[in-house]
């Protein structure tokens, strides 16, 4: 255990419980060689809950298309695809994930995963995303790319756009005043897997653990800071926080004060300056530079908030991944952490937020452990006939007896289009290309979820279906041109060849004879318009559900 972060007193919130101390100890690097790999310890305390049989293993198709969503952003191309099918080594499964988590396309990936979660379609900058591409390419520490976001340097031209999280939430929307309410949610949302602003007024009315204070001491840390003027990037200043924030719930007329404060953790005394003293580096009014406290309470929460013994720091992070590569948190929602919403499997996020403590908040390294169990490589099919895949297939997501399905981001549906319709090698993705980031908005704007609200579930839309139908760039790919999908499809005089190329092109998997049969019948029944036959095939599967998740 790190030196740095001597134990204090327990706390159920502040603290790592003794389980989970035990863990951290116990699974530390040096203990590594006494226990078995994480992927193993996944597998047997999912094994343990489950309650009944299992799914069986997924497909190298199904298993392939499904690590390629997750760790690259995109489908696998036609030729990907098939050197996988065609391989038989035994540990190719291995080998796969790790050359993906090594590839550029995991490092967009991961950038758009961290965008999207931190930002929820707030608006982006060059700046953040400068940030974020560098972080994810760097295989930066969580703890520490939250130090840099809690605590904008804006001296540091790699990560001073991190403040890009603060600024966008202290921006003015039309006459409303800015939302610090919202502001406070979000740091207790995103880095602690908690929302107090229902504690903004009163004690949470049915979270027992949600006290109004916890909502003020975040706001101690927050309120005082704005957007600022002085400089053309996104960057934060403060005012000077000179005394305690004074709060009073509607139920209880008794005046309260708070400093600032984290969840179940200690108060920070606010210190007394002289007039004029207060700020470390003085405002500029010339310059309109707010100046720098002394007092600095962003610096404090990056300080306190992401560490390995702030147990709801640890736990928001481990849950968050695994929901990110199993479809499920082991709490949900993954902003509602509290003993009357317990985890599915409280062993195992204690478990793995332990784990990626002690491997120094790696996410890379946890994902990998994750995507190697026999959990998350299970079958979201099930057998015709399989008694064992029939009882899998009803016992709750919660269990993870069957892998669930997941429906796909803006971002990975654009690439996994462009990948299937292209002429069959791997896709090359430049998101900074204009013509990228124009088509990145259309696919935002029918599929992305609203402003300020996560992407967590599944939430199909007319908006997303009249898309599909209609957008003249989408169908316009569709067309043959040079060496597309249509253009080979059309090259193709059997029907049996097509149907397996376009099946592998756009599902990921080789199609069935039933399918087969049914391409043929379709064909030859078009036989004088066989391009319009040929191009309302590849629609119909870019369209399916079988395209639109990851299953």
């Avoid at 406290?293 to 908030?305: G, H, V």
């Avoid at 067309?479 to 060849?497: F, I, M, W, Y």
Wanted: glycine fraction near 6%; proline fraction near 7%.
């Amino acid at each position: 255990m790190d030196n740095r972060y001597p134990p204090k007193t327990p706390d159920p919130f502040r603290l790592a419980s003794l389980t989970t101390v035990s863990l951290l100890l116990a699974f530390s690097p040096a203990a590594a060689e006494e226990s078995p790999p994480l992927f193993a310890r996944i597998d047997q305390l999912i094994a343990a809950s489950a309650g009944g049989p299992v799914a069986g293993q997924s497909s190298d198709a199904e298993f392939c298309r499904r690590v390629y969503l997750d760790l690259a952003g995109r489908i696998p191309s036609l030729e990907e695809t098939r050197a996988f099918l065609a391989n038989g080594g035994a540990d190719k499964r291995a080998k796969l994930i790790d050359r993906l988590l090594a590839s550029d396309d995991h490092v967009r990936r991961m950038s758009q995963v961290l965008h999207v979660m931190l930002m929820e379609r707030l608006g982006d900058h060059a700046d953040w995303q400068k940030f974020l591409r560098g972080s994810v390419k760097a295989n930066k520490p969580w703890d520490q790319l939250v130090r840099e976001l809690l605590n904008p340097n804006p001296d540091d031209e790699a990560t001073r756009g991190s403040a890009l999280w603060f600024t966008k939430r202290l921006e003015n929307y039309g006459q409303n005043p800015v939302d610090v309410p919202g502001l406070v949610r979000d740091v207790g949302r995103h880095f602690l897997g908690i929302d107090v602003q229902c504690a903004q007024c009163h004690d949470h009315l049915f979270v027992d653990e949600y006290k109004q204070e916890f909502y003020h001491g975040l706001f101690a840390f927050v309120g005082s800071t704005s957007i600022r003027q002085d400089v053309k990037f996104p960057a934060v200043g403060q005012k000077p926080l000179e005394k305690k924030v004074e709060f009073m719930s509607v139920f209880v007329q008794k005046p309260l004060t708070v400093g600032p404060k984290l969840p179940g953790g200690t108060e920070v005394e606010i210190p007394t300056f002289g007039k004029g003293e207060e700020f470390e580096q003085p405002p500029d009014k010339k310059t309109r530079f707010p100046g720098t406290p002394k007092f600095n309470t962003l610096k404090l929460l990056a300080e306190q908030l992401p560490t390995p013994d702030n147990r709801l720091f640890t736990r928001n992070i481990a849950n968050r991944l695994w929901w990110l590569v199993m479809g499920r948190g082991l709490v949900e929602p993954l902003d509602l952490g509290h003993a009357g919403n317990p985890p599915s499997h409280p062993e195992l996020l204690d478990l793995l937020a332990s784990e990626l403590a002690a491997h120094q908040f790696d996410m890379r390294w946890l994902i990998r452990e994750i995507v190697l169990s026999q959990t998350y490589q299970r079958s979201s099919m099930v057998s015709e006939g399989s008694a064992a895949d029939d009882a899998a297939a009803a016992v709750p997501a919660a269990k993870y007896a069957v892998a669930l399905e997941k429906q796909l981001a803006s971002e990975q549906l654009l690439a996994s289009v462009r990948q299937a319709l292209g002429d069959g090698k791997p896709l090359t993705i430049d998101v900074a290309d204009k013509s990228w980031t124009d088509w990145q908005a259309k696919f935002d704007k029918a599929l992305a979820n609203p402003p300020r609200e996560p992407e967590v579930g599944h939430n199909p839309t007319v908006k997303a279906a009249l898309f599909f139908m209609n957008d003249p760039t989408l169908l316009a790919w569709i067309k043959p041109d040079g060496e597309n999908l249509a253009a080979r499809l059309l090259k193709q005089a059997d029907a049996s060849a097509l149907a397996d190329e376009l099946y592998l092109s756009v599902l990921s998997r080789p199609p069935s004879e039933e399918e087969k049969s049914e391409v043929a019948s379709f064909l030859a029944a078009r036989a004088d318009r066989r391009e319009k036959a040929v191009t309302s095939l590849i629609w119909s599967l870019l369209a399916s559900n079988e395209f639109c998740v990851n299953h």
